[in-house]
């Protein structure tokens, strides 16, 4: 498996899996930085489908402390990952019962909390979970010979990979403005993806309004590269400024449509504060569209 083809094991709200590859080849050249920090990393799409340098120090950073906790779990032990979860039977009496461990009061062992929240969110139709109440298991049959447990068990051949993808990441755990000064310098990539305007409710930690103007304080007036993902928004236009913020868009297939046969279409946004190196075909031709 190539690093091209490398992808998250389960699905995320907002995951970029499908865009990665435009993002990726809006970036600038390798050699023009030498850190990478993915400050809203989540699944992590980005930094997989990045391509490795190995002059670059790449930084994942979530708020999320479940997020962290699998990618550190998949990165030092995914044979014992794989091995817990290949045990299990894809099983609804399995799904709410592991729901509720993972918000009960009892503490459970950092590789055994992995285990459940990935089966919880690998087995959910929705691919997001929350306290509040469970999702939903997930049993539908999604193609002739592609039911849910065969899914499920071919995203576990994805952590080996994934370990070796991830062994000489650094996985942070802090809110974005600690991480960002960690790094705010010259030769630093950002790459941003926060929860968009109006879709923050999906999320388990929340975003505010106030968070939007927060982050893009931060980026206005940074030194570094930025590559920043929104929806298109009118709060947007006064919050990054079209004098400093290039930006293209293209069309997507929302992550909640994409098993249904009549598939909502968003716009995706790239807000880059650089020029290119030199402008993709995919670039030329969303630039054209607009």
């Avoid at 087995?123 to 447990?149: D, Q």
Wanted: proline letters at 6%; one cysteine or more.
């Amino acid at each position: 498996m190539t690093i091209r083809q490398l992808r998250p094991p389960f699905p995320w709200i907002g995951g970029k899996y499908y865009s990665a590859a435009q993002i990726v080849a809006a970036f600038p050249s390798q050699e023009g930085y030498d850190i990478y920090v993915d400050l809203f990393g989540g699944a992590a799409n980005i930094l997989l489908q990045k391509p490795v340098y190995k002059k670059h120090v790449e930084v994942y950073n979530d708020v999320s402390s479940d997020l962290v906790n699998f990618w550190l779990q998949c990165r030092d032990h995914a044979d014992l990952l794989e091995e817990r979860l290949r045990s299990l039977p894809y099983s609804r009496e399995v799904y709410y019962h592991y729901h509720h461990d993972l918000y009960a009061d009892g503490p459970l062992d950092p590789l055994e909390r992995a285990v459940r929240w990935f089966y919880v969110l690998r087995s959910s139709f929705t691919g997001w979970e929350r306290a509040s109440s469970a999702p939903g298991w997930s049993a539908g049959i999604r193609s002739v010979g592609a039911s849910e447990p065969h899914a499920y068990h071919t995203a576990l051949d994805l952590f080996a990979p994934l370990q070796r993808r991830m062994r000489h990441v650094l996985i942070d755990h802090r809110d974005f403005a600690a991480v960002f000064a960690s790094y705010n310098r010259l030769r630093v990539l950002f790459y941003c993806d926060p929860p968009y305007i109006g879709t923050e409710h999906y999320y388990q930690n929340a975003f505010k309004e106030e968070d939007h103007v927060r982050l893009a304080t931060l980026l206005n007036a940074s030194p570094a590269y930025v590559a920043l993902s929104y929806y298109p928004h009118p709060l947007l236009d006064s919050l990054y400024p079209a004098s400093k913020w290039r930006r293209i868009t293209w069309d997507v297939v929302k992550h909640s449509q994409r098993m249904q046969d009549d598939r909502e279409r968003a716009t995706e946004m790239l807000l880059c504060n650089y020029a290119p190196a030199m402008a993709s075909l995919w670039e030329e031709n969303a630039q054209q569209n607009e």
